[in-house]
């Protein structure tokens, strides 16, 4: 009998995490792409998001959560998601606040969506944070720090210029299937260098 788990390919799980922060669009997409990969998404809302996801999108939180497989009370700590027995493929935080990522790098956490980013550390899962957050002034970059020797990918959605993006959504698809390839995730939006943008192939052998 093949195994139930995040890496049986049969039933392959993704924790979502969408902080208050500015760029809830990050997650939204990455529940879009969950879908079209066949991916099951687990996603945890935090009490702020609602006002961003009002703000940038006019959705309602049900909207947002309507594209996910299995939703989670922010403050539900006894969820799956909050066990480490509970095998996924990792957790993505898009976007990340700097409250999110404080209370992940402290170990004290408050909510459902840091306890599930920190099952997913201790697990030794990757963690991959899109933090939203500039200028970033020192104690910033030393939570990043902290972070990053715990075992996290900081992943900024910052904007590839080389891909020749012609709008927001292009901008920010790139951006999402660049970390969703941290997770061995190929979603079909991405244009990759040397691939289908760039210098396609290799030189001629009078140029190598």
């Known amino acids: 009998m093949a195994?139930?788990?995040?890496?049986?390919?049969e039933r392959r799980r993704l924790v979502v995490?969408?902080?208050?922060?500015?760029g809830v669009a990050y997650g939204l997409r990455v529940?879009?792409?969950c879908r079209e990969?066949?991916?099951e998404s687990h996603l945890v809302m935090s009490r702020a998001s609602a006002?961003?996801?009002?703000?940038?999108t006019g959705l309602t939180p049900?909207?947002?959560?309507a594209k996910a497989d299995v939703v989670y009370r922010p403050a539900d700590v006894g969820a799956a998601i909050a066990s480490g027995s509970f095998r996924t493929l990792g957790m993505i935080v898009a976007p990340c606040s700097v409250r999110t990522m404080s209370e992940v790098a402290s170990g004290v956490t408050s909510s459902l969506l840091s306890r599930a980013a920190d099952v997913v550390l201790k697990e030794r899962r990757p963690l991959v944070l899109m933090v939203r957050e500039t200028p970033l002034h020192l104690?910033?970059?030393?939570?990043?720090v902290k972070l990053a020797e715990m075992g996290a990918v900081i992943a900024p959605p910052l904007p590839a210029f080389y891909a020749r993006p012609t709008s927001l959504e292009a901008m920010i698809d790139q951006s999402v299937g660049r970390a969703l390839d941290l997770f061995g995730l190929d979603w079909a939006p991405v244009k990759r260098w040397g691939e289908n943008v760039g210098p396609v192939g290799a030189a001629p052998k009078d140029e190598a």
């Open 3 to 9: 195994r139930d788990d995040g890496e049986n390919p």
């Open 139 to 144: 104690g910033h970059l030393r939570t990043m």
């Open 62 to 65: 049900a909207q947002a959560a």
């Open 37 to 39: 990969l066949g991916i």
């Open 17 to 22: 995490g969408i902080s208050g922060a500015s």
């Open 51 to 56: 006002l961003t996801l009002a703000q940038e």
């Open 31 to 33: 529940l879009d792409a």
